[in-house]
């Protein structure tokens, strides 16, 4: 009887504990971000960990892995952010590179803002325009492919970044 109360105690602990973490969370940063971890054990028997996080942005989803890439794939455009608030500046430490996938009309204003340890980013023939500050401050971008289908770069679009534009 003693051992059922234990587990008890110790069940119903873990479910506030739980339930504490997830209070410290904005409600519209839960109902953006859905958390994916596996792991696996190697031949060895040590276990590895990898997490993946994705956002759903209208029509574009904005993947980001544990090595660092971010994917963002559906169709039209990206929308335009204020200088901290797209998904890429809210893990900028975290981003290194990027991915645009076929589909993505536009590179929506702030989108890449402060992320400074982006190094490399790639561009599909479908994005016909870059937003003001999309890559602004990003200090680690040396070089940077852009379609001739891109027919607009807004302001201050690559400011404060070390590209060289191919």
């Given at each position: 009887?003693?051992?059922?109360?234990?587990?008890?105690?110790?069940?119903?602990?873990?479910?506030?504990?739980?339930?504490?973490?997830?209070?410290?969370?904005?409600?519209?940063?839960?109902?953006?971000?859905?958390?994916?971890?596996?792991?696996?054990?190697?031949?060895?028997?040590?276990?590895?960990?990898?997490?993946?996080?994705?956002?759903?942005?209208?029509?574009?989803?904005?993947?980001?892995?544990?090595?660092?890439?971010?994917?963002?794939?559906?169709?039209g455009e990206?929308?335009?952010y204020d200088?901290?608030?797209?998904?890429?500046?809210?893990?900028?430490?975290?981003?290194?590179?990027?991915?645009?996938?076929?589909?993505?009309?536009?590179?929506?204003?702030?989108?890449?803002?402060?992320?400074?340890?982006?190094?490399?980013?790639?561009?599909?023939?479908?994005?016909?325009?870059?937003?003001?500050?999309?890559?602004?401050?990003?200090?680690?971008?040396?070089?940077?492919?852009?379609?001739?289908?891109?027919?607009?770069?807004?302001?201050?679009?690559?400011?404060?970044?070390?590209?060289?534009?191919?």
């Amino acid at each position: 009887m003693k051992k059922q109360w234990k587990r008890l105690a110790a069940l119903s602990s873990a479910a506030v504990m739980a339930a504490g973490t997830l209070l410290y969370f904005p409600t519209d940063t839960l109902q953006n971000i859905s958390w994916g971890i596996t792991a696996s054990a190697e031949e060895t028997g040590t276990g590895t960990e990898s997490g993946t996080q994705t956002w759903n942005e209208d029509n574009l989803t904005w993947t980001l892995t544990a090595d660092g890439t971010m994917t963002i794939s559906g169709e039209g455009e990206m929308k335009a952010y204020d200088s901290d608030d797209s998904p890429a500046t809210q893990k900028k430490d975290s981003v290194k590179t990027v991915v645009i996938k076929d589909g993505v009309t536009s590179i929506g204003d702030y989108a890449f803002w402060n992320c400074s340890n982006l190094t490399s980013i790639t561009i599909p023939d479908s994005v016909t325009s870059i937003g003001v500050s999309a890559f602004e401050s990003c200090s680690q971008l040396a070089s940077i492919e852009i379609p001739s289908s891109v027919t607009s770069i807004g302001n201050s679009a690559f400011e404060s970044c070390p590209i060289s534009k191919h």
